[in-house]
């Protein structure tokens, strides 16, 4: 059995439940059966983000007054999004050797980073981390943190709009993760044309991670088309756009991104990468796909920045054949397969 895997199963042998997720596109359940093909190396990472997969564990132990445990871990992918079976067997020799002791004691201890002497520990950004805990803190039926009241207050206009600079990240996060709570979502979707730039775009990036409802998703793009009339700042309109990349309604957001593909602002990074590392599954579309390779191709970061994207999208299971597909695209403009073929020198 791989390295993982038997560490999970150890640990829940020690009366330790693990829950495995993905963090590098979305936070996102990872099922065990799921988790142990991929480490067996029988199928491709399914969420592979800048050629890592970017894994989060909660390991909740089950005895009385015990505290939780997180652990942040990535490991490189082969050239077909699968785990290197190197890193794999000496990320467990390195478990073993740093926790393996502390662990057959039943030691695990929270206050203490079971994992700085591996290399393959992580941190995430300051804003992956606040919706991991939000997100555990609804797992475990804890309460949320501190600055969850201060937050729904706010967004539900209970404080002055320009009344931003009190708000934490966390409680942000938590207001997210408990949408079905307290009308957060109607408070959100009436509140949407207001808000000011900062805590629109902070409540984006949390909202990227939730599954959201229609009503939430057309105030939301209406704001991005709002936005995209008045040529406003396109990393504004892109963060929107993460914040609808996961909604249940996603007619309205793909309808939002080929107007974005076909305005003044397509060949922006920062709406090209929110395409590319939140709206993957959209790209699924042929017509949809060729007009975002045109564009990624005319962007305005250059060759480099084509060859980056486009490597993150090859590893995403099943995307290759449609973008090879694109690539012998007789319509295709001179333009793109110019970048087609500088790619390609990447590989001889």
Not at 136 to 148: C, D, H, T
Not at 159 to 164: K, R
Request: aromatic share 8%.
């Amino acid at each position: 059995m791989s390295s993982i895997s038997t560490l999970v199963e150890f640990l829940e042998k020690s009366d330790i439940r693990v829950q495995a997720f993905d963090l590098g596109r979305r936070i996102t359940k990872l099922p065990r059966r799921q988790l142990l093909s991929f480490e067996q190396r029988g199928t491709a990472y399914p969420y592979p983000f800048l050629q890592h997969a970017w894994l989060g564990f909660l390991l909740s132990d089950q005895r009385e007054g015990a505290l939780p445990l997180i652990w942040f871990l990535k490991f490189p992918l082969d050239s077909e999004g699968k785990l290197v079976s190197a890193t794999r067997d000496d990320f467990l020799l390195r478990i073993i050797k740093s926790v393996g002791e502390k662990l057959e004691l039943g030691s695990v201890d929270p206050g203490v980073d079971a994992l700085k002497e591996t290399p393959y520990a992580f941190k995430p950004e300051d804003e992956r981390m606040a919706c991991f805990h939000a997100r555990a803190s609804r797992i475990l039926q804890a309460a949320p943190s501190s600055y969850y009241a201060t937050a729904r207050d706010y967004f539900a206009g209970k404080a002055s709009i320009d009344d931003w600079q009190t708000l934490g990240l966390q409680g942000i996060a938590d207001l997210c993760s408990r949408l079905d709570q307290h009308d957060n979502a109607l408070n959100l979707s009436q509140i949407m044309p207001v808000l000011p730039a900062v805590p629109l775009e902070m409540l984006c990036c949390c909202l990227e991670n939730e599954a959201i409802k229609q009503p939430l998703t057309e105030a939301i793009t209406s704001r991005a088309k709002k936005l995209l009339d008045e040529f406003a700042s396109p990393a504004l309109v892109a963060a929107l756009l993460r914040g609808i990349s996961h909604s249940k309604a996603p007619e309205i957001r793909q309808q939002l991104i080929d107007d974005l593909l076909t305005s003044t602002i397509a060949t922006d990074p920062e709406i090209l990468a929110a395409i590319a590392s939140r709206c993957w599954q959209d790209l699924k579309d042929p017509a949809r796909l060729q007009r975002y390779l045109e564009q990624l191709a005319a962007n305005s970061a250059g060759c480099d920045y084509f060859n980056r994207v486009l490597l993150d999208l090859l590893l995403i299971p099943g995307m290759p054949p449609r973008i090879m597909a694109q690539f012998r695209n007789p319509e295709r403009s001179e333009t793109l397969a110019s970048a087609i073929g500088e790619f390609l020198k990447l590989g001889s």
